[in-house]
């Protein structure tokens, strides 16, 4: 199955996870320790979380610094490409909906899924032969960069654990999400290194 078909047959708790994966992954970007966004992850191992996810998330907003009003999720931006992947990582999390209802975090994860193999494809030192991540997620992968594949593999990796599994799902997907984590953090080094 493809991205798409499996963010389309999410339940809510299998998108907000996705959605929540994306971020936690992409969190090297905003200067976030490892640890930041574990309250978000504990709300969604039982039904009682969905009230707290909320204030939960202006917790995340207020420790990560930086303003987070809702944006468009385009990217267009000029500049350098991890400039542009910062700035989509950010309104990764400006979009996160504050409250945790099925029809938002539809919306917010299809969106995280876009912007975080756009941020992997930007900052990926081999081209992405593809024309759009679009296409990526509708199964079309012939000619992709490592990185992005990876990214896209994940994506799907987590879908799959919290459709099968339901919330025993959580631990495998956050230990996916942490792997990815920690190849992004190397890369944005490796690129700092280069740049100094």
């Known amino acids: 199955m493809s991205l798409v078909e499996l963010i389309g047959q999410a339940d809510e708790r299998g ?3 996705s959605g929540l994966a994306c971020l936690d992954r992409c969190i090297p970007l905003l200067g976030g320790d490892d640890e930041v966004l574990r309250p978000l992850w504990a709300g969604l191992a039982d039904d009682a979380g969905a ?14 610094g930086g303003e987070f009003g809702a944006g468009d999720f385009s990217g267009s931006g000029s500049g350098s490409g991890e400039d542009e992947a910062v700035l989509l990582a950010r309104r990764m999390l400006a979009g996160a909906p504050v409250e945790r209802s099925a029809a938002g975090i539809r919306a917010w994860a299809d969106t995280c899924s876009v912007a975080a193999l756009r941020i992997h494809r930007l900052l990926d030192p081999l081209k992405d032969a593809g024309d759009s991540v679009d296409a990526r997620r509708e199964g079309r ?5 490592p ?10 990796t987590v879908l ?26 190397a890369v944005v080094s490796r690129r700092s290194r280069r740049r100094g």
């Open 15 to 17: 998108l907000a996870a």
């Open 160 to 185: 799959e654990l919290l459709a099968g599994h339901g919330p025993a799902g959580l631990r495998p997907a956050l230990e996916v999400s942490t792997e990815g984590r920690r190849v992004l953090r």
């Open 141 to 145: 992968t012939e000619g992709m960069s």
């Open 147 to 156: 990185l992005v594949a990876a990214e896209l593999r994940r994506q799907i």
């Open 51 to 64: 009230a707290e996810w909320g204030e939960r998330l202006e917790q995340v907003r207020g420790k990560l």
